[in-house]
Nanobody
Framework: QVQLVESGGGLVQTGGSLRLSCAAS????????MGWYRQAPGKQRELVAS???????NYADSVKGRFTISRDNAENTVSLQMNSLKPEDTAVYYC?????????WGQGTQVTVSS
C-alpha cells in the first residue's frame, strides 16, 4: 500500500503561481511513474504531468511551458510547479503513483484560479 498526501493548493489570481507537493509513505525510488492529474467539475480526470523513475517527463499540451514536475527520491516527494495560471486550470489536483504493487491516488487538493 502506498499513501499519497498532497498539499499546496489554494486560491490564486490569473497569472499567479502555486507549487503542489505530494508526499509518499514509501520510498518512491521503486515507483515507475508518478504523476499529477486534475478533475474539473463536470469533466473527466485528465493527466497533467508525469515523471518516470529515470527522470523523463510528459505534459499535457495545455500546461506545457507553464508547469514543471519534479521528483525527489531522497525525500519521497513529487512536486508540480505551476506558473502563469489560468482560470481553466481550476480543478482538484490528484497525485498518482504507478508501482509494481498497483496504482495509488492521493485525496486531492483544490486549485482555484480567479479571473
Amino acid at each position: 500500500q502506498v499513501q499519497l498526501v498532497e498539499s499546496g493548493g489554494g486560491l490564486v489570481q490569473t497569472g499567479g503561481s502555486l507549487r503542489l507537493s505530494c508526499a509518499a509513505s514509501v520510498s518512491i525510488f521503486s515507483i515507475n511513474v508518478m504523476g499529477w492529474y486534475r478533475q474539473a467539475p463536470g469533466k473527466q480526470r485528465e493527466l497533467v504531468a508525469s515523471i518516470t523513475r529515470g527522470g523523463p517527463t510528459n505534459y499535457a499540451d495545455s500546461v506545457k511551458g507553464r508547469f514543471t514536475i519534479s521528483r525527489d527520491n531522497a525525500e519521497n516527494t513529487v512536486s508540480l510547479q505551476m506558473n502563469s495560471l489560468k482560470p481553466e486550470d481550476t480543478a482538484v489536483y490528484y497525485c498518482n503513483a504507478a508501482s509494481p504493487r498497483g496504482t495509488f491516488w492521493g485525496q486531492g487538493t483544490q486549485v482555484t484560479v480567479s479571473s
